[in-house]
């Protein structure tokens, strides 16, 4: 208990400190929303009412815990330029974002995990060898590259073999969950190879530390096969250090779709976050930015918690800590 409360209190303490930076940073950008807001042409009278209706011209401290306040009771405030409420906004964006990264995830547990194991089990040298080319290309392949080689293969109209749609999202949304999913197949392979191949070498550093502290020979000396020896007995080891890579693998993933959204034109937090940039909106622009920096935090806080069950010598080590203290 005395650990949950402490990370939860520096979970607390983080969020603070992001919300500081990201209302701070926003600020510096050099324009002004109420100049975008009236028009190129209008007079300064016109702008200078736009300010103070906005409230952008009270102080800085004012505006900054107005918006806290709405933070704490859940309301993220009104877009400035479209008047819509910036949590709709956010929970229609996050409803394709947030699919597409579980799918890409998925993909990539199912690439890596499985050549993982392969490759430590692999015995000759040349099989050794290929998955080690095999994950180094596949890491290396650009995001973008990657995507418009799996449009011109699988999409319709264009591909070779015309599967999926290469670009939008249903306008009906989740209504239709056939065709939602179906529109992100493509967006996810994308993702879940690139990051799977990089998966693939964790995996294989991971059981390659289990196989040399001699678990796995104990393991087959009493009676295990190499490939049972590796997974029943490696994965589980190297599980607290595979959960970490995988969460903060989630976690990053959010950043690399933001490209993938733009390539595929869907209409996500990625394609939403660049718009608002774009166009000033301050209101929602800070909003999307802190509720992605706390997912990471949260992901972060998760991951910990997590391998402090996992792996029980953590718990150990800190009461032997406590009790010399």
Known sequence: MRFIIRRLALFVAALFGVSVVVFAALRILPGDVAAVMAGLNSPPERVAALRAQLGLDRPLVAQ????????????????????????????????????????????????????????????????????????????????????????????????LIGLFPAQGFPLDGWQTPGAAVWSLVLPALTVGI???????????????????????????????????????????????????????????????????????????IGSGLVTDVGNRDLIAVQSELFMLAAFFLMIGLIVDLLHRALDPRLAAAAGVAEVIA
């Not at 994950?135 to 650009?142: E, K, S």
């Open 194 to 268: 690139i990051v799977g191949a990089s998966l693939m070498r964790y995996v294989r550093s991971a059981l390659g530390e289990v196989a040399s502290s001699g678990h796995l020979d104990m393991a087959m000396a009493c009676g295990m096969t190499r490939r049972a020896a590796v997974i029943r007995v490696g994965l589980r080891l190297a599980m607290p250090q595979l959960v970490s890579v995988i969460g903060l693998t989630f976690a990053e993933m959010i950043t690399g779709v933001m490209v993938i959204e733009n390539l595929f034109a869907l209409p996500g």
């Open 64 to 159: 900054y815990a107005d918006w806290a306040g709405g933070l704490l009771r859940g309301d993220f405030g009104t877009s400035m330029l479209t008047g819509r409420s910036v949590s709709a906004l956010v929970a229609a964006r996050a409803s394709i974002t947030f699919p597409l990264i579980v799918l890409g995830l998925l993909v990539a547990i199912a690439v890596g995990l499985p050549l993982g194991v392969a490759a430590t089990l692999a015995r000759s040298s040349w099989a050794r060898t290929a998955f080690h080319v095999a994950g180094l290309i596949g890491g290396a392949i650009p995001a973008l590259w990657g995507g418009l080689l799996l449009i011109l293969l699988f999409s319709r109209g264009s591909g």
